[in-house]
């Protein structure tokens, strides 16, 4: 089974500045896709952004972005500007090419200071 | 925008009794899907069902669970017996993936389950 690894329980960012949330997951795929999901408090959640692994150029979505370094197996998003309403629990998430099902991290709760 | 929806937000029941959650997938979505979180914990795939049947299922999945699409629209999972470790927040997915098996998977805002 894979895994997804987001070793930062909690992080806190000044309003206006740049959060960056790490993930690393183990695979021995080469054909997978990685997810950025946001969920606020409301607990719905809601995709930030996704990696195709055969994509080498690192996705962007406004003032999200991630740094993939596949070689690493890491995935990490940052969060430029920040705003209030980006806090809440972020999760990484992983899945094959072939496959179904989304595995996900524990989750990384941003909290935005005013 | 089209968005998952699910009913009830909310679902208190007594252990042994039987629940069914919910759930609008986005409508021209084939590929249907439950998780679950448990408080404090990953979320966590619970099924995935595509063509009226179930395409790929984990190991929490056993036979106090069922999902169905009754109609054009809805999509169930049913717990027969619920235990004290199926509260959780249940959340309710869809993709399209006419293509390739790429296509983002949307989430509905959960039921969360309280069983007493």
């Known amino acids: 089974a894979q895994t997804v690894t987001q070793s930062q329980p909690e992080m806190s960012v000044q309003e206006a500045e740049t959060v960056t949330l790490s993930c690393t997951y183990d695979t021995s795929e080469s054909d997978y896709y990685l997810f950025w999901y946001k969920q606020p408090p409301s607990r719905q959640m809601i995709l930030v952004i996704r990696q195709e692994a055969y994509k080498q150029q690192n996705a962007t979505e406004n003032r999200f972005s991630v740094n993939f370094q596949k070689a690493a197996k890491s995935f990490s998003l940052k969060i430029s500007d920040s705003q209030l309403g980006d806090a809440a629990m972020y999760f990484c998430?992983?899945?094959?090419?072939?496959?179904?099902?989304?595995?996900f991290g524990a989750g990384t709760t941003v909290t935005v200071r005013a | 925008e089209p968005e998952v929806t699910q009913t009830p937000s909310h679902q208190v029941t007594q252990m042994g009794q039987e629940v069914i959650l919910r759930c609008v997938p986005i409508s021209n979505h084939l590929y249907f899907y439950w998780y679950r979180q448990i408080l404090g914990q990953k979320v966590e795939f619970l099924v995935s069902?595509?063509?009226?049947?179930?395409?790929?299922k984990s190991e929490i999945f056993d036979d106090q669970f069922s999902v169905e699409r009754p109609d054009g629209s809805n999509f169930t999972l049913k717990i027969r017996s619920t235990k004290l470790e199926d509260s959780a927040m249940y959340f309710c997915a869809s993709s399209d993936q006419r293509v390739s098996s790429t296509d983002t998977q949307y989430f509905g805002p959960g039921t969360r389950l309280t069983v007493l």
């Open positions: 998430a992983y899945k094959e090419g072939n496959d179904y099902k989304l595995s």
């Open positions: 069902f595509y063509n009226n049947e179930i395409s790929e």
